[in-house]
């Protein structure tokens, strides 16, 4: 299992895309450009860097939702393009600011900006919505625990046997209720 883990982390970064696993997905968040709206947002609190910025929504969304580098990266680059931030080095890092502009462009959106910070905070309360944060929740334990440390062949058979586990209690439910 780590080692699929690893090879599909590999494989999702080496193309640029991502198709199922890692961190970086999990229930679909924002509409398409709602997710410029926070990061606009978050660096109107404060100067961040890329990775910062994704930290700072992960943490947001309660850990149920991280965007990718790869939805961060190329969304500074429009930002900057706009005119809607500005970046300046810092160390090796990008450190990335609003701009004038830019907090001109968050006054003027203020409402749509309020109801995505709303629908970040609260993902999908109850129901389906929350059966899905909850299984990403796991998947993202199962991902770091993995990840985490040199590899451990004891930890990762631990981790098979509590996923197996949950699978059968799952899986017989509808038996167990029955009873």
């Given amino acids: 299992?780590?080692?699929?883990?690893?090879?599909?982390?590999?494989?999702?970064?080496?193309?640029?895309?991502?198709?199922?696993?890692?961190?970086?997905r999990g229930p679909k968040m924002f509409d398409?450009?709602?997710?410029?709206?926070?990061?606009?947002?978050?660096?109107?609190?404060k100067p961040r860097h890329g990775y910062e910025l994704i930290k700072e929504i992960e943490q947001l969304a309660g850990g149920?939702?991280?965007?990718?580098?790869?939805?961060?990266?190329?969304?500074?680059?429009?930002?900057?393009d706009l005119g809607h931030i500005d970046s300046s080095a810092d160390g090796n890092k990008k450190l990335h600011t609003i701009t004038a502009e830019g907090q001109a462009f968050l006054d003027e959106n203020r409402q749509l900006l309020d109801a995505i910070l709303a629908r970040l905070h609260n993902p999908g309360e109850g129901g389906r919505g929350g059966l899905r944060t909850a299984m990403h929740a796991l998947k993202v334990a199962v991902i770091e625990q993995a990840r985490s440390g040199p590899h451990d062949d004891a930890k990762v058979a631990r981790i098979i046997a509590i996923?197996?586990?949950?699978?059968?209690?799952?899986?017989?439910?509808?038996?167990?209720?029955?009873?």
């Fill in 1 to 24: 299992m780590f080692h699929f883990l690893r090879h599909h982390r590999v494989h999702m970064h080496a193309h640029g895309h991502h198709h199922g696993g890692g961190r970086e």
């Fill in 32 to 45: 398409a450009g709602a997710l410029r709206y926070v990061v606009l947002h978050l660096i109107a609190q």
């Fill in 64 to 80: 149920g939702y991280a965007p990718s580098p790869g939805a961060i990266y190329p969304l500074l680059a429009m930002l900057l």
């Fill in 163 to 179: 996923l197996q586990r949950a699978m059968h209690d799952i899986t017989h439910l509808d038996q167990d209720g029955a009873r």
